[in-house]
């Protein structure tokens, strides 16, 4: 009797956390085999970063997706300041890892203590 009643709970429960599930900034969104049922999570869109590759990324309010992305361990900043021409990675941000040196790096590399802190993206 117990088992009866606890299969329809549970299928209930993995339909309803299918339903709820949300692809977090910096997850594919859409990859060789074409997009993934999930959506972004709130905030975020699904850009493109490369032919076979859209990740969620944030951008501005009625912004739309940067040009060009530099992906994760790439340069974003120098001695005469970030780049201009690319945008980091979604799910990683432009830290300092010397006074002349910046690079995208994901969260658990950056900003932590004993780590080099984000670099503040500048308006034009």
């Given at each position: 009797m117990v088992r009866q009643l606890l299969l329809p709970i549970l299928l209930a429960a993995l339909v309803a956390r299918d339903a709820l599930a949300v692809i977090p900034v910096g997850g594919l969104c859409v990859g060789i085999a074409g997009p993934v049922k999930d959506t972004c999570?709130?905030?975020?869109?699904?850009c493109n970063v490369s032919p076979d590759r859209s990740l969620c990324?944030?951008?501005?309010?009625?912004?739309?997706?940067?040009d060009k992305?530099?992906?994760e361990g790439g340069f974003c900043a120098g001695i005469a300041g970030p780049v201009r021409d690319g945008t980091c990675i979604a799910g990683t941000s432009c830290c300092y890892v010397y006074p002349d040196l910046g690079l995208c790096l994901s969260p658990e590399r950056c900003g932590k203590p004993g780590f080099p802190k984000p670099i503040e993206p500048k308006s034009d």
């Open positions: 999570v709130e905030g975020s869109v699904c990324t944030i951008v501005p309010k009625g912004g739309k997706c940067p992305f530099i992906e």
